[in-house]
């Protein structure tokens, strides 16, 4: 491939990097990766709700991974209430997989970065056939896309498993009980994926500039030192 058409590939990936790592940083900070509706069971009992009576006892509320908001009802009428993670929640989430979920998202973040940074070299430098060349693009591309499924593999374990949105719902509420009724993944959550898929496309086009992937080259190379050891 000529080399003009490498330099548009690779400049094209790293524009895409970039843009996912501004995208994740972006998520971080805001409370846009779940929103979910929940039902004060204590409330509806008392007084036998059914149909749409229920909807006196619906509140809702959106979170992120640092804090979030929402409503309360419990047939007296709106509450709205908003919550931090740290250090309110501390005592209810299963805490060493939501630091995980952060940590893995700093990870997705400076990795992409660099990432970004080595592509623009490949397309104008002239890199070394290590870390700079095609295996390490496809090592950072793997290492990022690795950190972009481990994100939401363990953010949908804590929120599933560990019933994440029932137990923000329920914090200091003694008298009442809430149960949660719908959960589905907002923007931030799909950014992530997004971010994921690139990293995946990234892959495919080192591929499409003529580069092979890490282990059929090594495949290659040692088909050709066996087949050279057999000359003498």
Not at 34 to 58: H, P, R, W, Y
Not at 170 to 194: L, P
Not at 214 to 221: C, E, G, H, I, L
Request: with cysteine.
């Amino acid at each position: 491939m000529p080399n003009q058409q490498k330099k548009v590939i690779f400049c094209m990936a790293g524009v895409l990097s970039f843009v996912c790592a501004l995208g994740v940083v972006t998520a971080l900070g805001t409370p846009l990766w779940i929103k979910a509706t929940f039902l004060c069971k204590t409330g509806a009992l008392l007084v036998n709700a059914s149909g749409q009576e229920l909807d006196k006892f619906m509140g809702e509320m959106q979170y992120g991974l640092f804090h979030g908001a929402g409503v309360r009802q419990c047939g007296l009428g709106a509450r709205p209430f908003r919550f931090s993670f740290f250090p309110d929640l501390l005592k209810v989430i299963p805490v060493s997989i939501h630091v995980n979920v952060l940590l893995f998202s700093v990870i997705l973040v400076v990795v992409t970065m660099v990432g970004t940074a080595f592509f623009m070299y490949n397309a104008f430098g002239k890199p070394f056939e290590t870390l700079h060349g095609p295996p390490g693009l496809y090592l950072l591309s793997f290492i990022s896309g690795s950190c972009g499924c481990l994100v939401m593999i363990l953010f949908a374990s804590e929120l599933k498993i560990h019933h994440l949105s029932e137990k923000i719902a329920n914090y200091k509420k003694g008298t009442y009980a809430y149960k949660t009724q719908s959960e589905k993944y907002s923007t931030s959550f799909w950014v992530v994926f997004i971010c994921f898929f690139v990293h995946f496309l990234n892959g495919l086009l080192i591929r499409l500039a003529g580069f092979q992937f890490p282990f059929a080259k090594s495949k290659d190379t040692e088909t050709t030192n066996v087949a050279a050891d057999l000359m003498y």
